[in-house]
């Protein structure tokens, strides 16, 4: 038997009350599907749902699913099947999943399938309890098919940062990364003249104990190193002869 859902209360935030501000550039571009009347329109489509689910503005080849783009350009599956892919792929897992605690995957995950920031420290701690009891697949489902992104989206529509009217988006403000993690990618990191480094290779080198070896002077042998003359060879007592001096 599953835990339900703890209660916490909504604040009211900006995509809950009225808004009569004007639209300008901060307003957000909202792609729809049933308004990609081409594959150029489709292909915007992608990069903006990319964007807003991995957070990545320049998509690598390797965090590309081109399955799902696959199916969504034959129109075999709906707007909301895609985003729920992307969160459920393992790019999202590594990129975000892998990378922070329960409470900071809430947290990054509301901002991105439903627009907006946890209402509380209490909403985090209900969906985490989510996450470690039913697995990651069953929250990406419970956000997704949730009467508030049936409201706010739809089937066909990629989410967006709902109602920004100040402040910097999600994705300035919201790094991927936590505090914890970053500091452990820093720690960890090779830096040119660090003190760590030395100490790390000083570490790493193996020592090699000498063994002490005690030596008695009696039994060592000193070779003869006295000079023999042959016998019956001429001798001088002059320096400059070339006859050897006895």
Do not use: C
Not at 64 to 82: K, P
Not at 114 to 135: H, N
Not at 152 to 164: D, I, K, L, M, S
Not at 192 to 199: C, D, P, S, T
Request: a negative charge; charged letters at 25%.
């Amino acid at each position: 038997m599953s835990i339900p859902l703890l209660e916490y209360n909504p604040a009211s935030q900006n995509q809950r009350v009225a808004g009569y501000e004007v639209p300008s550039e901060d307003t957000p571009y909202i792609y729809r599907l049933e308004d990609a009347i081409d594959d150029t329109d489709l292909t915007d489509l992608i990069w903006a749902s990319y964007r807003q689910v991995f957070s990545e503005h320049v998509i690598l080849k390797s965090n590309r699913q081109s399955n799902l783009e696959s199916q969504l350009r034959n129109r075999a599956i709906t707007g909301r099947d895609f985003i729920r892919g992307l969160a459920k792929s393992e790019t999202y897992r590594r990129l975000v999943v892998e990378t922070n605690s329960n409470y900071r995957v809430v947290e990054l995950t509301l901002k991105r399938l439903l627009g907006r920031a946890p209402y509380s420290k209490d909403e985090e701690i209900a969906w985490s309890i989510k996450i470690a009891t039913l697995g990651w697949d069953h929250f990406v489902d419970a956000l997704i098919d949730s009467d508030e992104y049936e409201q706010a989206f739809g089937e066909n529509t990629v989410p967006y940062q709902r109602r920004r009217y100040k402040d910097r988006p999600f994705n300035l403000v919201t790094p991927r990364y936590g505090d914890y993690w970053r500091d452990k990618l820093e720690t960890g990191r090779y830096k040119w003249g660090a003190i760590e480094n030395f100490l790390e290779m000083a570490r790493s080198t193996p020592i090699e104990t000498v063994q002490p070896v005690s030596v008695n002077t009696a039994n060592i042998q000193i070779p003869d190193m006295t000079r023999s003359v042959p016998q019956n060879t001429p001798v001088s007592i002059s320096t400059p002869a070339s006859f050897p001096l006895r």
